[in-house]
């Protein structure tokens, strides 16, 4: 048997709905399944038809120390953080629609009376109660904005994938090249997911694919790492781009690539190009990119009075040999005012690209 054990909620004038029917969430253990939704039958609209789905749950306790109880001054309040993930996808046939759900709410806030009584006890009955951790920060509106609780329907999307041809309609992510022009890419080893909202297209055949995708920024709202703590809502950016490769012989791979940036704003633009070989000597493979950017700016003169880029542009190029069990990667790279396409985010700002490092995780080999 299981118990899990939560701090009491003390009565409140204000409504604690939200936060009640998170604690209920968060009594389910973390788990992952899979449900076979109907069998194979041919006709059928569940004909094989599985569903995902995968939870996990975070409690923090963060505890202050006085360090030094000579100075008159009170350590932080203490207080609880509980985040919940839920990931639910259903397949069936072609299809894939799925979703991730995310709750963060913290423990004591000052919606409970026990804890604005012990607050105006420590500072006096004319101070205004501040929470210890207030989960939501600037731009929430309506009943969100008092209460301790952020739930975010997050990464909702429907997938068709075939042979050929596949689409995506709601959150969807994407890269063209390494990364140089647009990233949008989930990064689970720094908590980091930033997706678009909108749609993308993808056809395949043998000699060229080409990608049509336009969507608004959507980076994830509620960590499971860092400290949720003054979650701004922040305005989406809206992107448009394209990619066109094509492969004229086997080991060989010519792209061609153009984003549009902040189109509903002060549009940016990004065109560029890559060339890869692989398998030489089924030992080495060379890849190199090369990215102009031309940056828009609400008052152009003035951002040229103030110094600001008005275009950038950059060049990267890899080479990788394998020998044996060992892999050896040289890169050489360029930049120059090639990375300042950032927006605010609620957790850390959003990059609308990524330039490559030498960790794995950043290397698309043409291997395979």
């Not at 046939?93 to 709750?103: K, N, S, W």
């Not at 040289?330 to 690209?353: H, M, N, S």
Request: charged share 20%; hydrophobic share 40%.
């Amino acid at each position: 048997m299981t118990t899990h054990s939560f701090p009491r909620l003390a009565r409140s004038s204000r409504s604690s709905l939200p936060a009640l029917i998170a604690l209920v969430v968060f009594l389910v253990p973390s788990f992952s399944q899979a449900v076979q939704l109907g069998e194979e039958r041919p006709g059928s609209l569940l004909s094989g038809a599985t569903m995902n789905v995968s939870e996990t749950f975070y409690y923090k306790f963060n505890l202050f120390l006085d360090d030094n109880k000579d100075d008159g001054i009170a350590p932080p309040f203490s207080f609880h953080e509980f985040v919940n993930r839920t990931h639910v996808d259903i397949r069936f046939g072609r299809f894939t629609v799925g979703g991730q759900f995310d709750i963060a709410a913290a423990l004591p806030h000052c919606g409970l009376d026990s804890f604005a009584a012990t607050y105006a006890e420590r500072h006096g009955d004319d101070a205004s109660c501040v929470s210890p951790n207030a989960v939501l920060g600037d731009g929430w509106d309506g009943s969100l904005r008092n209460e301790a609780v952020l739930f975010r329907p997050e990464k909702i999307f429907l997938r068709y994938k075939s042979r050929h041809v596949d689409f995506e309609v709601g959150d969807f992510y994407a890269a063209f090249g390494r990364g140089i022009a647009l990233s949008f890419v989930k990064r689970p080893e720094v908590d980091s997911d930033n997706s678009l909202l909108g749609g993308r297209f993808d056809l395949r055949t043998k000699p060229l694919d080409l990608t049509l995708l336009a969507g608004l920024t959507n980076p994830q709202e509620v960590s499971m790492e860092l400290r949720n703590r003054g979650t701004d809502k922040v305005e989406a950016s809206l992107l448009a781009g394209a990619n066109m490769m094509l492969r004229p012989h086997r080991n060989v791979a010519l792209s061609a690539h153009g984003v549009g940036y902040n189109l509903t704003e002060s549009p940016s633009w990004a065109v560029g190009g890559t060339a890869a070989v692989s398998g030489i000597g089924d030992a080495v493979d060379l890849f190199a990119e090369a990215d102009a950017f031309f940056y828009g700016y609400a008052d152009r003169s003035a951002a040229e009075a103030a110094g600001e880029p008005l275009r950038g542009y950059a060049l990267y190029g890899s080479a990788t040999a394998y020998v044996g069990a060992m892999t050896l990667l040289i890169e050489a790279k360029r930049y120059k005012d090639a990375q300042r396409l950032v927006a605010p985010g609620p957790v850390v700002p959003t990059q609308f690209t990524q330039a490559p490092t030498l960790s794995p995780a950043s290397q698309t080999q043409m291997r395979g």
